[in-house]
């Protein structure tokens, strides 16, 4: 027997014939400090690992680590806040998310309200309830193709002016949203606010309903005449206000400015809503808004250099041609920008093809700008006629009294020569005067002002007056 009980306890545990202990081995783990030598690195790194391994040990199954994250980031929250209630945080986000869902299409909604476990059983599954809500909705948020056909607007001339301001409201509507979007694609939506995606299907929504607005009110003319001459005064319309700020600053600038602002946040919406990316979506609408002011910068020229001066025939023919050549220049481009650009459904062909119903198309509008430009130039130049005439009355009678005060100035000098080599005035004054006024009244001349200090020279400290 050993000297030492332990050792005999250690041998007996060892002969037990069902002993299944082993005692487990410890991690060996090579360090690149020890190995390098350096003890003190050994040390933090043998740190940094006890303290890496409790927090992954603590720490959640990945995926749910990586949603805890993201609720993290998106509330402003530590992850380990998150961590212990993220079922919690996940049912109130996809609440919040439903919820906006259900603002966006109504129907929804009432069902949800009619068969709430259902709507619980539905809850992470907004994207395809939005699908479906798109799908029974009046319109389709990514083309605009309407279902439940609106009945169609007779073209009348009150409808037509209906249509025109629907037009110019409606086109400052989608500027407005479509601004929106912007801000909502490059500024990050503030930590209290959720479901930042519902809130873009909201702008492309109302977007796409400003559009439908438009649409209904337009009326439903038979022709391609009597439409491109509508759309012409629903683009005249739009393009008054910066029209008229050109007229009265007599610059370009301001109708170019409105012009290339409204096409371009316009176009930015109508990519956004096709679908296109931040990237495209701001691509085709600079483009298209540097084009509009770009070619708006040649007739508006003209306009402000000419408009309500000289004779309207001329001012007529100088704006029809440069509108013409700049606007047609102007729709092919932006038709091309807008093929080129988030446009799957739309083929190079079907463009080529479409190019001589848009050029009769702009060409309508052409003839309906010019011919109101026209107009209002016409009246500009006969509002102003009675105060130039005026003037020019004015000027012709300053002219007159220059020319005789011309004459009357030579009159005086030749009598003032002849008074200067007189004998008699020096001999007596009073007798030349007489001399002078009655020879002027025999002539006709019934009155005359010599000034008192010329008077002296040649006829003393007499009267003035002849």
């Known amino acids: 027997m050993s000297e030492n009980p332990f050792d005999e306890i250690v041998r007996r545990k ?15 783990t090579t360090i690149k400090a020890e190995a390098d030598g350096n003890e003190f690195d050994a040390i933090i790194q043998r740190r940094r690992g006890r303290m890496l391994g409790a ?39 996809q609440a919040t998310n439903f919820l906006n869902m259900t603002r966006l299409f109504p129907h929804i909604g009432s069902w949800a309200e009619a068969n709430p476990r259902d709507a619980a059983a539905a809850a992470d599954d907004t994207k395809a309830l939005g699908m479906l809500g798109h799908a029974f909705s009046e319109r389709d948020l990514s083309r605009g193709y309407s279902i439940s056909a609106p009945k ?12 025109v301001w629907q037009s110019l409201v409606g086109g400052w509507q989608q500027m407005d949203t479509a601004l929106s979007m912007m801000i909502d694609d490059r500024v990050e939506a503030p930590k209290w606010m959720q479901g930042g995606k519902a809130y873009s299907d909201r702008l492309k929504a109302d977007f796409v309903q400003a559009q439908d607005n438009v649409e209904k009110a337009t009326p439903a003319f038979k022709s391609e005449t009597a439409r491109g001459i509508y759309g012409g005064f629903a683009s005249l319309a739009q393009m008054a206000p910066g029209i ?87 729709t092919i481009a932006q038709d091309a920008v807008d093929t080129a650009i988030a446009n799957p459904d739309k083929t190079w062909g079907q463009y080529f093809a479409e190019r001589p119903a848009a050029a009769y198309q702009t060409a309508l509008g052409v003839l309906v700008m010019s011919g109101a430009l026209g107009g209002a130039s016409a009246l500009a130049s006969k509002a102003q006629a009675p105060e130039t005439a005026r ?23 030749q009598i003032e020569r002849a008074a200067t080599a007189s004998k008699f005035r020096q001999r007596d004054p009073v007798g030349f005067a007489n001399l002078v006024a009655q020879t002027a009244q025999a002539q006709g001349i019934e009155s005359a002002y010599i000034p008192a200090t010329a008077s002296r020279d040649f006829i003393g400290e007499s009267e003035s007056y002849l």
């Open 152 to 163: 169609p607007v007779e073209p009348s001339l009150w409808n037509s002016a209906k249509g």
């Open 391 to 413: 003037a020019q009355a004015r000027i012709e009678r300053r002219v007159r009294d220059a020319e005789e005060a011309q004459q009357t100035a030579g009159f005086l000098d």
């Open 55 to 93: 927090t992954l040990r603590a720490s959640p199954a990945p995926d749910q680590a990586a949603q805890a994250n993201r609720i993290a980031r998106a509330r402003g929250l530590p992850a380990a806040v998150v961590d212990p209630k993220l079922q919690v945080l996940q049912i109130a986000d």
């Open 244 to 330: 008229g700020a050109s007229i009265l600053t007599r610059s370009p600038v301001p109708a170019m400015a409105i012009a290339g602002a409204q096409v371009g946040t316009t176009a930015y919406g109508k990519y956004r809503v096709r679908g296109g990316t931040v990237n495209e979506a701001t691509t085709g609408g600079l483009l298209e808004g540097t084009i509009e002011a770009g070619f708006e910068a040649i007739p508006m020229g003209a306009v402000v250099s000419r408009f309500g001066k000289g004779a309207t025939s001329k001012f007529l023919a100088e704006i029809f041609v440069k509108e013409m050549a700049t606007e047609q220049a102007t």
């Open 14 to 28: 060892r002969e037990r014939p069902f002993n299944t202990f082993r005692p487990a081995p410890e991690p060996v």
